[in-house]
Structures are given as structure tokens and as C-alpha cells.
């Protein structure tokens, strides 16, 4: 059983930054892929980020490339993600989980373990 704690939302003007963090329970975090996800208002819950066991593969959608770093500490037992030039539409509950299977992927049903969700609000 792995528990995740996310960390770092709130409210931010558009083109703002923010960081989030996730930290994991348990001594195997390096051996977890570790992703990123949001779900907003009335919408399905979706891929943002991806991130392999070493943090050398990373994986984002086409809506946060180029703003969105996602990286990790094994250390720390933390994964993050930094998001630089926010946008309203980046409005979401934002949760981290733990994928099992040692593939970087955005099969949201490849994911094992989640988190409680952090919320980022972007005002216009």
C-alpha cells in the first residue's frame, strides 16, 4: 500500500507559477513510475505528466508542453510539478499517483495508487 500527499495549490494569476509536490509513503518510491493528473469542473479526470523510476523519461500532454516540468527526488520520496505561464483553463483538481508497471504511460487504469488531489485555481 502506498499513501501520496499532495501539496502546493492555490490561487495564482494567469501566467503565474506554481509548484506541486507529491510525497509517497514506503521505502520502494524509486521503484514507481509516478504521474500526474487534473480533473476540473464538469470534465473527466486527465493526463497531464509522466515520469519514470530515474526521472530520465518524461511523458506530457499536448496542453502543458513546454510549461509543465514534472521531476523527482528519490531521496525525498517526492515527485513534482512545476507549471510556469498558467492558464485559466488550468483550473483543476491536481492529483499524483503511483503506476506499478515500470512504463511510462497516460492509461489513467495503468495507475495503482492516488492521492487526495490538490486544488489550483488560475483567475483571468
Known amino acids: 500500500q502506498v499513501q501520496l500527499l499532495e501539496s502546493g495549490g492555490g490561487l495564482v494569476q494567469a501566467g503565474g507559477s506554481l509548484r506541486l509536490s507529491c510525497a509517497a509513503s514506503?521505502?520502494?518510491?524509486?521503484?514507481?513510475?509516478m504521474g500526474w493528473f487534473r480533473q476540473a469542473p464538469e470534465k473527466e479526470r486527465e493526463f497531464v505528466a509522466a515520469i519514470n523510476r530515474s526521472g530520465n523519461s518524461r511523458s506530457y500532454a499536448d496542453s502543458v508542453k513546454g510549461r509543465f516540468t514534472i521531476s523527482r527526488d528519490n531521496a525525498k520520496n517526492t515527485v513534482y510539478l512545476q507549471m510556469n505561464s498558467l492558464k485559466p483553463e488550468d483550473t483543476a483538481v491536481y492529483y499524483c499517483?503511483?503506476?506499478?508497471?515500470?512504463?511510462?504511460?497516460?492509461?489513467?487504469?495503468?495507475?495503482?495508487?492516488w492521492g487526495q488531489g490538490t486544488q489550483v485555481t488560475v483567475s483571468s
Open positions: 499517483a503511483v503506476d506499478n508497471h515500470n512504463r511510462v504511460t497516460s492509461w489513467q487504469a495503468s495507475y495503482d495508487y
Open positions: 514506503g521505502r520502494t518510491f524509486s521503484t514507481y513510475v
